[in-house]
């Protein structure tokens, strides 16, 4: 059974960071393209950014570029995003997900989310 | 960027019914990369249709998705209880991937 489960989320000020993760789990991890979609309280879903499964290649979405950075460890079935320079309107819910080819594609599979909150 | 609009904002409509959900996109949808989710209150979205009009595993085919170029639909041929919910239309087709900004169904 596919499983991606997040971690990582919490409160922080703006300005501040954070770095969620997503353990994933039932699929060959090291083959798929990964990527993160937030969705802020009562609004709806946003792509935010994506990974190969090598790791070779990456993009985001221009309202988090030069502020998050997405990677992954293949050995440990491991992503990540790092969030920095955090704004009060990163304040969403944050859902890890696969692609259901290898590179682009629907989202398949779905983490729970994690919440993360920037407020001071 | 590919603009998605979805209508209309909220559906009302009974249990047994038929529902359609329109998504228009700003511009031709590469290859009907086209995906349609449903969200439950609290939940993580679903999966429901890809590539305008296969199914998802698992996907009851009450559901079906057409369409292609700039304008798509998702129709639920009889409303069951449990399909009362948000849809979204994302296209996967070119960067960066968009999302609609989606359609409620309730209960009438």
């Known amino acids: 059974e596919v499983q991606l489960l997040e971690s990582g989320g919490g409160l922080v000020q703006p300005g501040g960071s954070l770095r969620l993760s997503c353990a994933g789990s039932?699929?060959?991890?090291?083959?798929?393209?990964l990527s993160w979609v937030r969705q802020a309280p009562g609004k709806g879903l946003e792509w935010v950014s994506a990974?190969?499964?090598?790791?070779?290649?990456?993009n985001y979405a221009d309202s988090v570029k030069g502020r998050f950075t997405i990677s992954r460890d293949n050995s440990k079935d491991t992503l990540w995003l790092q969030l920095s320079s955090l704004r009060a309107e990163d304040t969403a819910v944050y859902y890890c997900?696969?692609?259901?080819?290898?590179?682009?594609?629907?989202?398949?599979?779905w983490g729970q989310g994690t919440l993360v909150t920037v407020s001071s | 960027e590919i603009v998605l609009t979805q209508s209309p904002g909220t559906l009302s409509l009974s249990p047994g019914e038929r529902a359609t959900l329109s998504c228009r996109a700003s511009?031709?949808?590469?290859?009907?990369?086209l995906a349609w989710y449903q969200q439950k209150p609290g939940q993580a979205p679903r999966l429901l249709i890809y590539?305008?009009?296969s199914r998802a595993t698992g996907i009851p085919d009450r559901f079906s998705g057409s369409g292609s170029g700039t304008d798509f639909t998702l129709t639920i041929s009889r409303l069951e209880p449990e399909d009362f919910a948000v849809y979204y239309c994302?296209?996967?087709?070119?960067?960066?991937?968009?999302f609609g900004q989606g359609t409620k169904v309730e209960i009438k």
């Open positions: 997900t696969k692609t259901q080819g290898t590179s682009f594609g629907p989202f398949d599979y």
């Open positions: 990974i190969t499964g090598n790791g070779g290649a990456t």
């Open positions: 994302q296209q996967y087709g070119s960067s960066p991937r968009t």
């Open positions: 590539g305008a009009s």
């Open positions: 511009q031709s949808v590469t290859s009907s990369d």
């Open positions: 039932g699929f060959a991890f090291n083959i798929y393209t």
